[in-house]
């Protein structure tokens, strides 16, 4: 039956912006498995609900359904053990778990005070409703209010990088020589802000953007050259 992906998509059913769908997209990469990308939008939950989940990402493979980017990460890992290793060692899966914790606990709120309201503008009108309200509710203020002061927010992004700054200080990738896991967990907010919005992250010299730059050249750019919300998407 094959490996299919349900994915978070925009208005343009080809660009495909989550975070959490990106760290799984680059990990069936990493393992070279041909995978079918599905777009998949806020509002059809009832499109995933075979898998009892209403997000993505939500994976297919060969008839077991298996849902939430890390458990569908260890479940590649253990389903395909003659693949390139994910994590590059068994010892190495509590570094990228805590990789993973630290990109979901303080990327995803630091990179949506920069970027809520272009997500909201790239989405299909069928979704706005529903982002704005659960986004609203979230954070306590409109949508409008949580992007106001960009330059703040992206100061205050820039220096949650710092703990992966040091270590990019030192070697080409988080784990070490080649990528795994561990940087595809972070890789995956930049994907989010690069698909949906203009915003310039990071700056040139920053180690940051060069193993950013790394990672959008992996796998025959496959990052590089995904769909993005805006053709005039900044660095």
Excluded at 28 to 33: S, T
Excluded at 78 to 96: H, I, K, M, S
Excluded at 202 to 219: G, H, K, M, N
């Amino acid at each position: 039956m094959g490996i299919v992906l349900y994915e978070l998509a925009a208005a343009d059913p080809a660009v495909r912006f989550s975070p959490h769908c990106w760290k799984v997209r680059i990990a069936l990469a990493h393992k070279g498995l041909k995978t079918e990308g599905l777009p998949w939008r806020f509002t059809e939950k009832q499109v995933i609900g075979f898998s009892g989940q209403d997000s993505v990402p939500v994976l297919i493979d060969d008839g077991e359904t298996v849902c939430d980017s890390w458990r569908i990460a260890l479940h590649l890992e253990t389903r395909y053990p003659n693949a390139p290793a994910l994590f590059g060692g068994t010892g190495a899966v509590p570094l990228a778990q805590f990789a993973n914790a630290w990109a979901d606990s303080a990327l995803v709120p630091a990179v949506s005070r920069i970027i809520l309201l272009d997500i909201y503008d790239c989405l299909d009108p069928v979704d706005r409703e529903y982002f704005r309200a659960s986004r609203e509710k979230r954070f306590g203020q409109s949508l409008e209010a949580v992007v106001a002061d960009r330059p703040s927010n992206l100061s205050a992004f820039r220096k949650a990088l710092t703990p992966l700054r040091q270590i990019l200080r030192e070697r080409d990738f988080l784990s070490g020589t080649g990528p795994a896991y561990a940087d595809y967990c972070v890789f995956g907010m930049f994907m989010w802000a690069r698909c949906c919005s203009t915003a310039s992250l990071l700056d040139e010299d920053d180690p940051v953007f060069l193993w950013r730059e790394r990672l959008l050249d992996a796998f025959k750019g496959l990052a590089r050259s995904a769909p993005r919300a805006s053709a005039k998407g900044t660095p």
